[in-house]
């Protein structure tokens, strides 16, 4: 198994649909590149992110990126949907250089890249979000969420 973070904006949304998708095993509500290492204080740098673990013999960092892209606007700055200001951006952040080497491979072969503001940046910090945001929308399904309920439910595997 590998483990890389993915930011896109608010994380509750990006989490559920995330833990849908092939080949992914855990995920985890967190904060990436801050510069604390507890949950309490003044806001620190950090981006919401979802810790994935994924087997990279089902999905790939590309495959992983393009369907974060489905579910993002990739030229949107510090904002998702409702949700605004520097913890929002986008992102992928990994401690495994091949991991950034691919996502920026990814990046650099679409046609609008010099548009994307996603950030590929090695993870320098990392911090589990508190119980209230672990799996969020699967315990509150009517909170807000900038992801359509249809894009959460797109790669949902049959029970």
């Not at 409702?82 to 990814?106: C, F, M, W």
Request: hydrophobic share 35%.
């Amino acid at each position: 198994m590998e483990v890389v973070y993915l930011a896109g904006g608010c994380l509750w949304g990006v989490q559920a649909f995330i833990k849908t998708l092939p080949g992914v095993k855990f995920t985890e509500a967190g904060r990436a590149n801050g510069t604390s290492l507890v949950l309490e204080g003044d806001y620190d740098g950090y981006v919401e992110c979802v810790k994935t673990v994924f087997d990279p013999k089902v999905v790939t960092i590309r495959e992983l990126m393009g369907y974060l892209f489905e579910i993002i606007n990739p030229y949107s700055l510090n904002k998702q949907g409702q949700d605004v200001g520097e913890k929002y951006r986008t992102g992928i952040y990994s401690e495994t250089p091949e991991h950034l080497k691919e996502a920026k491979a990814y990046l650099s072969e679409r046609d609008d890249v010099d548009l994307i503001v996603v950030e590929v940046l090695p993870l320098t910090n990392y911090v589990k979000s508190a119980a209230e945001h672990q799996d969020r929308l699967a315990r509150y399904p009517n909170d807000y969420c900038h992801i359509p309920e249809e894009m959460l439910r797109k790669y949902k595997r049959k029970a």
